[in-house]
């Protein structure tokens, strides 16, 4: 009789276990915590991972369930975890596109399915539900403008652009090109793609310094990452007194070595409103509750030695 009874209790717990399984993939109908799935462009940058950080911090304090893949930079991978996403049935999806363009099916994909998607930080040309951002052609002209005057609107420039196809990327380049239109006396001497790495930043800054030598006058790279790599470049080549450096993102290091005197200036992104704001929006949307922006732009701000002490924890 015991064994009967520990057997139908066994029964039962099993029962209970399945049906929780059943509820989680079938989008956890009744129950109280929502799912989101959240596919970023690379974890591999730090600028991304901080940006994780704040939704998975936010996620915790919602008291929601949020799912992070990897797309590793990787357009086709990006829209195979949303089909995975769309087969789980999460709630919402938060996207961080690797391309404008190859990323936009990912988009459409979420959509068709009834699933509300939210781009951070970048975009797509497909229009998802929300946007949670920064205008990028807008740290493109502050960092220009910034070296203009540290040139005094006269000089040699190269530029490290983002991985190619991406919002930032584009936008970027074209905010710093506007700048240059109003300085006839600054020349853009190369542009070229370090993919928003800091080993490809070096590489590239120590082949611009193979091919021209003292004609450089400053660095523009898209990020910190880059911005970092071309730093540490000329450094070695005993060259960065005479060649400024400004790039795009405030990430810890590259705050440092502005306050040390190393990197002229940084444009600070912010991370953490774009993460949590990306969260608190698919959750509006997910609840269908009135929202007041579905586009939301967050102000970029330049950092130079005077103020880096309000932006270093």
Not at 160 to 184: C, D, N, P, S, W
Not at 211 to 220: C, E, T
Request: charged fraction near 25%; aromatic fraction near 4%; include cysteine.
């Amino acid at each position: 009789m015991k064994r009967m009874k520990s057997g139908v209790l066994f029964f039962l717990i099993a029962a209970g276990g399945l049906l929780n399984a059943c509820n989680r993939s079938g989008n956890k109908a009744g129950a109280d915590e929502l799912v989101i799935g959240a596919s970023m462009l690379s974890l591999q940058s730090e600028f991304v991972v901080n940006v994780k950080d704040a939704m998975e911090a936010q996620a915790k304090v919602k008291n929601i369930e949020l799912i992070v893949s990897d797309a590793q930079r990787t357009a086709d991978k990006q829209v195979q975890q949303i089909e995975t996403f769309i087969a789980q049935k999460v709630d919402a999806i938060i996207l961080n596109p690797c391309e404008v363009e190859a990323s936009s099916p990912a988009v459409e994909k979420a959509r068709a399915a009834g699933i509300p998607v939210i781009n951070v930080n970048s975009e797509t040309t497909a229009t998802p539900d929300g946007f949670v951002g920064s205008r990028d052609e807008e740290s493109g002209k502050i960092a220009m403008e910034h070296i203009a005057k540290l040139l005094n609107g006269k000089g040699n420039i190269v530029m490290m652009e983002g991985y190619m196809g991406q919002a930032a990327q584009i936008k970027r380049t074209a905010g710093a090109k506007e700048v240059l239109e109003r300085f006839h006396d600054l020349h853009i001497l190369a542009q070229q793609t370090a993919e928003w790495d800091r080993a490809k930043g070096m590489n590239l800054m120590e082949n611009w310094i193979q091919s021209y030598g003292d004609k450089v006058n400053a660095v523009f790279a898209h990020n910190d990452e880059m911005g970092m790599g071309a730093l540490q470049a000329l450094e070695q080549a005993g060259l960065k007194n005479k060649v400024k450096v400004v790039s795009i993102d405030a990430i810890a290091d590259a705050l440092q070595a502005v306050k040390d005197g190393r990197l002229d200036a940084t444009v600070y992104q912010d991370a953490k409103g774009q993460g949590a704001g990306a969260v608190d929006l698919a959750i509006q949307l997910i609840k269908k509750e009135p929202v007041e922006k579905k586009e939301i732009f967050i102000p970029f701000q330049l950092v130079t030695k005077e103020n880096v002490n309000g932006f270093l924890k």
